[in-house]
């Protein structure tokens, strides 16, 4: 029994740091972003920080992973508290948007590369923090590139939605952007109650994870060739 709940507890200090590193600095990436282009909201508030605390949302980052994750979820989601953005405050609302949404995903991406050359350091630890370093730099490059590829979908409210409302034809943009009101509900529903639904009747029924999957595992092995680990 002891020894159950000593592995859990390994494995779950495995994935603590790395969610929040991952959910916290996306989230301190837009407000940055943002910041430099004309709109401080984000740096008012104390949101442009690498505190975890700013930006963590106890439903969003703690409660809804670890229920998926006990749940057995073939999609894992999870979100922390968005950053405000006043868009009219930008130089170029519609150009700029494109810049503070993608600044995200691009952080997450950066973090990745960055967990991969990290792993040129694990021998220099002793044998007993080599393994759960190593599993904390393996799970970090999966969730920021899952982050990373799932934020890029063109979905609003998502980054990928609202790069997408940024590049398109205004006639084009506004249908798009009126998505957003409800597009966290459909990615939800699709993402994380049709898989459960699925795993119920015994069908595979995810197709969020059809679209990231490819795309991530090509980044991966990118990644780990120009970190050199190949």
């Not at 104390?46 to 670890?66: K, M, S």
């Not at 599993?135 to 890029?152: D, G, P, R």
């Amino acid at each position: 029994m002891l020894a159950d709940a000593a592995d859990i507890m390994f494995k779950a200090s495995t994935w603590v740091i790395p969610v929040l590193l991952a959910v916290t600095l996306h989230e301190a990436a837009h407000g940055y972003v943002a910041n430099m282009l004309g709109d401080d909201t984000a740096r008012r508030l104390g949101r442009v920080t690498l505190n975890p605390l700013r930006h963590v949302d106890p439903f969003g980052t703690i409660v809804l992973p670890g229920l998926l994750l006990l749940l057995r979820s073939p999609f894992l989601f999870g979100y922390a508290k968005p950053v405000p953005v006043d868009f009219g405050r930008l130089g170029s609302p519609k150009r700029d948007m494109i810049w503070v949404a993608a600044a995200g995903p691009a952080c997450n991406l950066a973090l990745a590369f960055a967990s991969a050359l990290s792993f040129h350091l694990i021998g220099a630890l002793p044998v007993e923090g080599a393994r759960w370093a190593e599993l904390n730099l393996q799970n970090s490059m999966e969730i920021n590139l899952v982050l990373a590829v799932f934020n890029l979908l063109p979905i609003p409210p998502l980054d990928g939605g609202r790069i997408a409302v940024g590049l398109l034809p205004y006639r084009l943009a506004l249908p798009l952007a009126r998505m957003e009101r409800v597009g966290i509900m459909l990615v939800l529903g699709v993402g994380v109650l049709l898989p459960l639904i699925g795993q119920q009747i015994g069908v595979e029924l995810n197709p969020l994870s059809w679209l990231v999957s490819m795309p991530v595992a090509w980044l991966f092995d990118v990644i780990v060739t120009l970190a050199g680990l190949d």
